[in-house]
């Protein structure tokens, strides 16, 4: 079983930056893809920005140039940094790890972007 735990959420104005971690522990070694999603309340959960364990990235369309994802897999930490924030990126940040077949998500971190 694998266990995330994300940190780094908080309120921040419009244009301002925040840094997310995600620290994955029990099973992850071996973890292969690991990142971001994230959903704002009354939407569906949707992909923020994922990187693999060859650290190949792939980010959503409304984020790219704003936000970027890094992995160091010493520490077992994911990370996204976001900057240029708007308050479209308001909502809760899930760190999402799969390891194999199976899918392992945190209990999320909330994001608030005032204008």
């Known amino acids: 079983q694998v266990q995330l735990v994300e940190s780094g959420g908080g309120l921040v104005q419009a244009g301002g930056s925040l840094r997310l971690s995600c620290v994955a522990s029990?099973?992850?070694?071996?973890?292969?893809?690991i990142g971001w999603y994230r959903q704002a309340p009354g939407k569906q959960r949707e992909l923020v920005a994922v990187?693999?364990?060859?650290?190949?990235?792939n980010y959503a369309d409304s984020v790219k140039g704003r936000f970027t994802i890094s992995r160091d897999n010493d520490k077992n930490t994911v990370y996204l940094q976001m900057n240029s924030l708007k308050p479209e990126d308001t909502a809760v940040y899930y760190c999402?790890?799969?390891?194999?077949?199976?899918?392992?998500w945190g209990q999320g971190t909330q994001v608030t972007v005032s204008s």
């Open positions: 990187i693999s364990s060859g650290g190949s990235t």
């Open positions: 999402n790890a799969v390891k194999v077949t199976t899918e392992h």
């Open positions: 029990g099973s992850a070694f071996s973890i292969n893809t």
